[in-house]
């Protein structure tokens, strides 16, 4: 790879030339989630886990593109196999023709999801799409109408799952009406949550009132179960706060879904594909999805979704549901390579893991605005806040150190309120996570001195 042993600032940040490209953006482009003040890093290129800006700083990654780069920037594998596939044909419409490609990436993820069935798999281009296809396949298959989503969670910003998307007012702001029959219950949080139980000590009963919230007060009063066609969910909530729930959750929200023959989504677009150190972050929970949607990391960097699914539930007709560029040759190359990276990955994940989390708790020990430390394998949420007693959020303060840790050459991205995700590339070295945590660290003693 490229040898680089360490970050390097040699100019401010943002330096000349970023200032004046992210002056031609915002002239420019769409206003989306840049943030001048707060992330003003314009890349360059980079390489594993390094990234270089266009003044020449090196910064170390957490943030892998939000979560896309799980392999790393350019892996070596992933590259080969991009640019063979180049040579032969870049789009080959795979959804009128037939390329082999395409099939052998179904094949392979047929077989890795959870589930001892026969599946299916539709291919797209972003976790969004995966997702629209996962609602559609679910009405399709069960004819039922509604939906059940939670409080925090995050699906996308187009209507259908926007609608599902809870996780911040600002994504929902102007757009009614979204996609009408979606209901949100509270996600078992166990650092924060409506019924101010702690979770951590008493899980169990953190579950059973989420749970009795879903069966009593919602199936029961005004949301008619027979017309529930899923439940839909993260394993582990990404932009609402890289909330883990209790590890009983979803066998007893598995329960209660058999029970009324509702169905169950699971969104690992941001968890999914190596990142909590097991190929499927709801393979910590014992549990099996009906319909598993994937994006972000499948593809190494390029464009590529995909939804799995019992074969049972696909669509009965032709053109009930398609696209133009879903299962992409060069896409379905890259995303084949990729996993066979991630499998290979997985071991150093667990190892790295220990590092985080003992790391980030002994920050907790020391820092009074860490709230809360959570985390699986290398997904992990820092969250801050003014008063632990309070747990009022410290979002000024989580931005600055964000942009202090930027400034010190290390790239982490926030998610919630007042979160910070820490989110490595997978094939990441014990000596990089320990640089990137002593950066961290050095961040936060500068904000909160």
């Given at each position: 790879m490229s040898g680089v042993i360490g970050p390097k600032i040699v100019t401010q940040v943002p330096g000349p030339r970023a200032k004046a490209i992210i002056e031609r953006h915002h002239k420019s482009v769409a206003t989306t989630t840049n943030d001048p003040e707060g992330m003003p890093l314009v890349i360059e290129r980079g390489e594993g886990v390094w990234i270089w800006d266009v003044d020449g700083n090196v910064y170390l990654d957490f943030a892998t593109g939000i979560g896309v780069n799980n392999v790393g920037i350019r892996h070596p594998e992933v590259q080969k196999a991009i640019e063979e596939q180049l040579n032969k044909i870049w789009h080959a419409a795979g959804t009128d023709f037939y390329i082999e490609r395409q099939v052998e990436l179904a094949e392979k993820l047929n077989q890795i999801a959870p589930g001892n069935f026969q599946k299916k798999t539709f291919f797209s281009n972003s976790g969004a799409e995966s997702n629209e296809a996962a609602i559609k396949?679910?009405?399709?298959?069960?004819q039922r109408k509604l939906f059940i989503g939670f409080i925090g969670a995050f699906h996308g910003r187009t209507l259908g799952v926007l609608s599902v998307t809870a996780s911040k007012t600002t994504q929902r702001s102007r757009f009614f009406p979204t996609m009408p029959g979606v209901?949100?219950?509270?996600?078992?949080?166990?650092?924060?949550?409506?019924?101010?139980?702690?979770?951590?000590?008493?899980?169990?009963?953190?579950?059973?009132?989420?749970?009795?919230?879903i069966e009593e007060y919602m199936l029961n009063k005004y949301v008619p179960p027979e017309e529930v066609a899923a439940f839909?969910?993260?394993?582990?909530?990404?932009?609402?706060?890289?909330?883990?729930?209790?590890k009983n959750f979803?066998?007893?929200?598995?329960?209660?879904?058999?029970?009324?023959?509702?169905?169950?989504?699971?969104?690992?677009?941001?968890?999914?594909?190596?990142?909590?150190?097991?190929?499927?972050a709801i393979e910590h929970f014992g549990v099996i999805p009906d319909i598993l949607t994937l994006a972000k990391s499948l593809g190494g960097g390029i464009p590529i979704g995909a939804t799995v699914y019992r074969s049972d539930l696909d669509f009965g007709t032709s053109g009930a549901h398609s696209n133009t560029f879903g299962g992409n040759a060069v896409a379905c190359a890259a995303a084949l390579a990729t996993i066979n990276v991630i499998q290979k990955s997985l071991d150093n994940v667990a190892?790295?893991?220990k590092i985080f989390k003992e790391r980030l708790n002994e920050m907790k020990e020391r820092y009074a605005n860490i709230g809360d430390v959570r985390g699986i394998g290398l997904a992990w949420g820092v969250e801050f806040v003014k008063d632990r007693k309070t747990k009022e959020y410290a979002r000024a303060e989580r931005d600055k150190i964000i942009l202090e840790a930027l400034r010190r050459g290390l790239v982490m991205l926030p998610c919630g309120a007042s979160t910070i995700r820490i989110i490595p590339a997978l094939i990441m070295t014990e000596e990089q996570a320990k640089i990137g945590l002593d950066i961290f660290e050095q961040a936060i003693k500068a904000v909160l001195k």
């Amino acid at each position: 790879m490229s040898g680089v042993i360490g970050p390097k600032i040699v100019t401010q940040v943002p330096g000349p030339r970023a200032k004046a490209i992210i002056e031609r953006h915002h002239k420019s482009v769409a206003t989306t989630t840049n943030d001048p003040e707060g992330m003003p890093l314009v890349i360059e290129r980079g390489e594993g886990v390094w990234i270089w800006d266009v003044d020449g700083n090196v910064y170390l990654d957490f943030a892998t593109g939000i979560g896309v780069n799980n392999v790393g920037i350019r892996h070596p594998e992933v590259q080969k196999a991009i640019e063979e596939q180049l040579n032969k044909i870049w789009h080959a419409a795979g959804t009128d023709f037939y390329i082999e490609r395409q099939v052998e990436l179904a094949e392979k993820l047929n077989q890795i999801a959870p589930g001892n069935f026969q599946k299916k798999t539709f291919f797209s281009n972003s976790g969004a799409e995966s997702n629209e296809a996962a609602i559609k396949l679910a009405r399709w298959s069960t004819q039922r109408k509604l939906f059940i989503g939670f409080i925090g969670a995050f699906h996308g910003r187009t209507l259908g799952v926007l609608s599902v998307t809870a996780s911040k007012t600002t994504q929902r702001s102007r757009f009614f009406p979204t996609m009408p029959g979606v209901y949100h219950a509270p996600y078992p949080n166990p650092y924060r949550n409506p019924w101010h139980i702690d979770g951590y000590e008493n899980p169990d009963e953190l579950v059973s009132r989420a749970i009795e919230f879903i069966e009593e007060y919602m199936l029961n009063k005004y949301v008619p179960p027979e017309e529930v066609a899923a439940f839909m969910f993260e394993p582990i909530q990404g932009e609402g706060g890289y909330v883990v729930p209790p590890k009983n959750f979803f066998r007893e929200l598995k329960k209660l879904a058999d029970k009324y023959g509702i169905l169950l989504i699971d969104d690992e677009v941001q968890m999914g594909m190596g990142r909590t150190g097991k190929m499927f972050a709801i393979e910590h929970f014992g549990v099996i999805p009906d319909i598993l949607t994937l994006a972000k990391s499948l593809g190494g960097g390029i464009p590529i979704g995909a939804t799995v699914y019992r074969s049972d539930l696909d669509f009965g007709t032709s053109g009930a549901h398609s696209n133009t560029f879903g299962g992409n040759a060069v896409a379905c190359a890259a995303a084949l390579a990729t996993i066979n990276v991630i499998q290979k990955s997985l071991d150093n994940v667990a190892k790295l893991e220990k590092i985080f989390k003992e790391r980030l708790n002994e920050m907790k020990e020391r820092y009074a605005n860490i709230g809360d430390v959570r985390g699986i394998g290398l997904a992990w949420g820092v969250e801050f806040v003014k008063d632990r007693k309070t747990k009022e959020y410290a979002r000024a303060e989580r931005d600055k150190i964000i942009l202090e840790a930027l400034r010190r050459g290390l790239v982490m991205l926030p998610c919630g309120a007042s979160t910070i995700r820490i989110i490595p590339a997978l094939i990441m070295t014990e000596e990089q996570a320990k640089i990137g945590l002593d950066i961290f660290e050095q961040a936060i003693k500068a904000v909160l001195k």
